[in-house]
Every structure is written in C-alpha cells, then in structure tokens.
T-cell receptor, first 111, second 116 residues
Framework: QKEVEQNSGPLSVPEGAIASLNCTYSDRGSQSFFWYRQYSGKSPELIMF????GDKEDGRFTAQLNKASQYVSLLIRDSQPSDSATYLC???????????FGQGTELSVKP | DTGVSQDPRHKITKRGQNVTFRCDPI?????LYWYRQTLGQGPEFLTYFQNEAQLEKSRLLSDRFSAERPKGSFSTLEIQRTEQGDSAMYLC??????????????FGPGTRLTVL
C-alpha cells in the first residue's frame, strides 16, 4: 500500500463546474496536509494546507480533512481552463520534516 | 525575486560523470529539502537540512549522492558516477520549519538532469 494515494486521472470537468480531487494516506501519525498544483514542466506550487479536521476555504479552493477516515480532498469551484494541471497531495508528520507525495491527479477543465 | 532559486535549470551529462546542483532557499527559511521527481510521479524525498545540520536522508539516496549546506544558507547536491536512472527533475524546497507554523514548503524551479 502506498503511503499517499490519489487517482491519477485524468479528471475532466467542464468550465464552471466543481472539480473534486481526493487523497488517502496510510500513516495515522500524519499531522499536516498540503495540496500543490503543478503545471507541465514546472515545479509544484503550494495552493492549500490544512491541519485540523473539517473544511478550510481560500477563494475558489476548499480543502477537507477527515483524520478518522485518513482522507483529504480538494474542491475547486467555478473551474477554469487555467486550473488544468496536476494536483499533488502531500502529508507530513508532526516533526515538520519531509513531505510524502501522492502520484498526483491530472485535472483537465474543458471550455 | 525572493523565492527559492536553483542552478542550473537544465543539465545534460554523460553516464559516469559527476554533477553538482545548487539551491538558494528563501532567505529567512532555516529548513532546506531536496526531492527528485520522475515523469508521472510525485516528488520523492531525498534529504533535508535544518540550518547546516542534515537531519534525514532517504534510503533512496545511494552512496553516489551527497548533499551539503555548509553555512546554513545555500545547499549543493552532488551525484557521482551518474547513471541513466538518475535522469529526473531535482527539486529544492525551503520552509521556516516547525517554529514558523506547520512547515509549509515552497519549491524552486527545479534542475532537470538528463544522463545520456
């Protein structure tokens, strides 16, 4: 079992729709959870982080964390073609050290 | 530009040669991380420093790989006797560390290594 799992996609949504990206993790000691966006040929860009159970909203993005289910998700409202990218889920433990990444989910937003 | 910088951005080398990459973190960040990413995969952790101390190394980091951060500022990653399997994007990230929150890490542009 991989430590962090994501569906590789591609996930295709029409412009203006909600994109839902999911991630599960195996280490119950994980404390911090991050979503990165990565455009083709570019490096990862931090877009959201969440540490507590529940929802965290930032503009069109909402991160959701359920530690009991070991599940974290990212919702993108009003999806735009510019949101087309690979979204990487990453987790770390309370030592604040290395990030463990999933393989990423490719999102395609169709005009 | 006050973000993480990496040099070179691209490196092509022949198998068996040594290569060295440099990373300059965000100035107030005391943690510096190296990751490696291959096509279709998420970044894999290699090693990280807090100031000049190397706190963790991945078992993926063979003896051919060495990293330093001698003055707690910039870092270098050296690969000796490169192999074709070393071809990847090498990413550097930095963070404030736990004292600065929950350790949000910010990535540089990466160095793409091609071993022929």
């Amino acid at each position: 079992q991989k430590e962090v799992e994501q569906n590789s996609g591609p996930l295709s949504v029409p412009e203006g729709a909600i994109a839902s990206l999911n991630c599960t993790y195996s280490d119950r000691g994980s404390q911090s959870f991050f979503w990165y966006r990565q455009y083709s040929g570019k490096s990862p860009e931090l877009i959201m982080f969440i540490y507590s159970n529940g929802d965290k909203e930032d503009g069109r993005f909402t991160a959701q964390l359920n530690k009991a289910s070991q599940y974290v998700s990212l919702l993108i409202r009003d999806s735009q073609p510019s949101d087309s990218a690979t979204y990487l889920c990453a987790v770390t433990n309370n030592q604040g050290g290395k990030l463990i990444f999933g393989q990423g989910t490719e999102l395609s937003v169709k005009p | 530009d006050t973000g993480v910088s990496q040099d070179p951005r691209h490196k092509i080398t022949k198998r068996g040669q040594n290569v060295t990459f440099r990373c300059d973190p965000i100035s107030e960040h005391n943690r510096l991380y190296w990751y490696r990413q291959t096509l279709g995969q998420g970044p894999e952790f290699l090693t990280y420093f807090q100031n000049e101390a190397q706190l963790e190394k991945s078992r993926l980091l063979s003896d051919r790989f060495s990293a330093e951060r001698p003055k707690g500022s910039f870092s270098t990653l050296e690969i000796q006797r490169t192999e074709q399997g070393d071809s990847a994007m090498y990413l550097c990230a930095s963070s404030l560390g736990p004292a600065g929150g929950q350790n949000e890490q910010f990535f540089g542009p990466g160095t793409r290594l091609t071993v022929l």
